[in-house]
């Protein structure tokens, strides 16, 4: 792994704008969610009785976009920490494009991808396991 600083140029799309801003309007439609009894229920629970990989994401964003983040924690671990990971990134984004420092790089040999993605991986069976026990 290389970390360096790289200074933006003009034609450069700014992805922590733009998936931190898509994340910023998830948060802020799930603000407006009518009451917990009228949102939709699993259907991959409701057929195989174990909670799905996102069990809980919607209820875990309403509370998360309400300042609950514990219980939006509690919910689903990973779509919270996502999301909370999500707009620390637009605002890093927004404060290093407002300044016009350079920003962090990283490159990732192909070993280094595919450990990420192993990574990636195993996190998401560890959140499915939380939530098969837990729900």
């Keep these: 792994m290389r970390l360096y600083l790289k200074k933006r140029?003009?034609?450069?799309i700014e992805f922590g704008i733009l998936y931190g801003s898509i994340a910023f309007l998830v948060l802020m439609a799930a603000w407006f969610m009518p009451h917990f009894a009228y949102l939709p229920s699993c259907t991959f629970k409701g057929l195989t009785g174990i909670p799905c990989p996102t069990c809980g994401a919607t209820r875990c964003l309403v509370h998360l976009s309400?300042?609950?983040?514990?219980?939006?924690?509690?919910?689903?671990?990973?779509?919270?920490?996502?999301?909370?990971?999500?707009?620390?990134?637009?605002?890093?984004?927004?404060?290093?494009?407002?300044?016009?420092?350079?920003?962090?790089?990283?490159?990732?040999?192909?070993?280094?991808?595919?450990?990420?993605?192993?990574?990636?991986?195993?996190?998401?069976?560890?959140?499915?396991?939380?939530l098969i026990c837990n729900l």
Excluded: C
């Design 9 to 12: 140029t003009p034609a450069q």
């Design 66 to 130: 309400h300042g609950g983040v514990v219980a939006a924690i509690a919910l689903n671990p990973l779509v919270a920490v996502s999301f909370i990971a999500a707009i620390l990134y637009l605002l890093y984004s927004l404060v290093m494009l407002a300044a016009d420092a350079p920003r962090v790089q990283v490159t990732l040999t192909e070993h280094e991808k595919n450990t990420v993605r192993g990574a990636v991986l195993g996190l998401v069976l560890i959140n499915w396991t939380y």
